[in-house]
């Protein structure tokens, strides 16, 4: 999600080909909490493991990520009745602010659904809360079920500083993509055509504009929502490798080039010349998107996580679009996995956990992900979406994925990236910093990070 910044936080090509998952098991950091050597007996004989309970915490909470998740628990434990769950579900914000400090207590959850960024997966990486994958991969056939390309989204090296190599430490259910949600029949009613290219994006926003409607929603009371408005406009004006070593957090990249400046400036003009809601920073992500399902404005930048809620609330009234591109240049949005499940080296039944994981990421699930609105990270060529808006998510994930360029979230650069992006541009929506200064506080963050991170 971003994954939200999610809270994000790919299943193709940059995404479904990245979980190829895991290779050797490398030793882990000092400070690890003993993870299990790679040739420790793993145990998948679920049914003699007798009664085990799982504590489970996700943030699978709109309507079609809870069905999934209802339905697959429920499944498991009708496969597995050794195997109780115990479920906390949360949102992804609240989730991010409990899960630090449970990681941490003597009551830690066995599974947890844990941000890929480096503020909450990698700090727990360093700290030794999670196990590494490799055990159990091969026991699994974990690496010929993901394809290589996911990897770098879910993969830290055991001290937690490279982020995108080294051990994989958690196993995501989704993609996601973050596009252009549209109201066909606002545009209709207004003579808009549906943008083909960036040029026609900008100018139906103008026309929107002129004729009296609201062109985009945007709730940014969290923060995170504006850095997926940002990165869509990022990734139509900044070259891809400049966008992917800015969010890994690699030395030698800069904020304040002259095309992320640019971006920025795109930005600041969309909101001084009204072509977002009133008051954006008084407003938190759900109501922007509960506003846009009731017509409150014709488009939506956000991530294929809102695909289930908006649909049922829409209908046939909702349709979705990977962010058209500028003339002569390749389909390019902001997208990875959604929040991997990872197993906490708390765990007193790791072999319990997962195989916990092993059948929320099998080919069944993905078919139940598929039947639930949601979008697999793997198997995703298989499904058969229904038509309308699931298909255009499918389809808009498979352009990017397979013929465009999916492009990592912003707030992975740095441990603090997600709150100090999000202020900044809080500030630059609201007309209190202008784009250079904006970026030079986000460059702040960086740069110390980067000397930092060695």
């Known amino acids: 999600m971003t994954r939200p910044a999610r809270t994000r936080r790919a299943a193709v090509a940059a995404l479904v080909g990245a979980l190829g998952l895991l290779a050797a098991c490398t030793p882990g950091s000092e400070n690890a909490a003993a993870p299990p050597p790679a040739d420790r007996a793993i145990r998948t004989d679920v049914a003699a493991l007798g009664p085990v309970t799982l504590t489970v915490w996700d943030q699978e909470v709109r309507g079609g990520q809870n069905e999934q998740m209802e339905r697959l628990n429920a499944a498991f434990h009708e496969r597995y009745p050794n195997i109780t769950i115990k479920r906390d579900s949360r949102s992804f914000d609240d989730l991010a602010t409990t899960l630090r400090l449970a990681l941490s207590g003597d009551d830690a959850p066995d599974v947890v659904q844990a941000n890929n960024g480096r503020a909450d997966m990698g700090a727990f990486v360093t700290a030794g809360e999670l196990l590494p994958l490799a055990p159990w991969a091969k026991a699994y056939g974990w690496d010929q079920r993901y394809p290589d390309s996911v990897r770098q989204y879910v993969s830290y090296t055991p001290d937690g500083k490279v982020f995108g190599e080294g051990e994989v430490y958690g196993l995501p259910q989704v993609g996601e993509v973050v596009g252009v949600y549209y109201n066909p029949a606002e545009l209709q009613r207004l003579g808009i055509a549906v943008p083909a290219t960036w040029e026609d994006f900008e100018a139906a926003l103008a026309a929107v504009k002129a004729a009296g409607a609201t062109p985009l929603q ?139 994981l092993d059948f929320i990421t099998s080919p069944d699930a993905m078919k139940v992900l598929t039947e639930t609105g949601n979008l697999p990270v793997v198997d995703t060529a298989a499904q058969t979406p229904p038509a309308g808006l699931s298909q255009d998510v499918f389809a808009a994930f498979a352009t990017v994925a397979d013929n465009g360029q999916l492009l990592p979230y912003l707030d992975y650069a740095t441990p603090t990236m997600g709150d100090t992006m999000g202020a900044a541009l809080q500030d630059l929506l609201g007309g209190s910093q202008p784009p250079d200064a904006a970026l030079s506080t986000v460059q702040a963050d960086y740069a110390a990070f980067v000397e930092k991170n060695g």
């Open 218 to 356: 945007l709730g940014n009371v969290e923060g995170w929502p504006a850095l997926h408005v940002f990165g869509t406009v990022q990734d139509q004006l900044v070259p891809a490798e400049q966008i992917t070593d800015l969010a890994f957090g690699r030395k030698g990249a800069s904020w304040t080039t002259p095309e992320n400046t640019q971006a920025a400036q795109k930005v600041a003009d969309w909101a001084r010349a009204g072509y977002f809601n009133e008051g954006v920073n008084g407003l938190d992500d759900n109501q922007a998107w509960q506003a846009f399902s009731r017509g409150e404005s014709v488009f939506f930048i956000g991530g294929t996580w809102y695909a289930a809620d908006l649909e049922a609330a829409m209908g046939q009234n909702v349709r979705f679009m990977p962010p058209p591109p500028p003339a002569g240049r390749p389909v390019s949005a902001t997208g990875g996995t959604g929040l991997p499940f990872a197993i906490t080296s708390a765990s007193d039944a790791p072999d319990a956990a997962a195989a916990y």
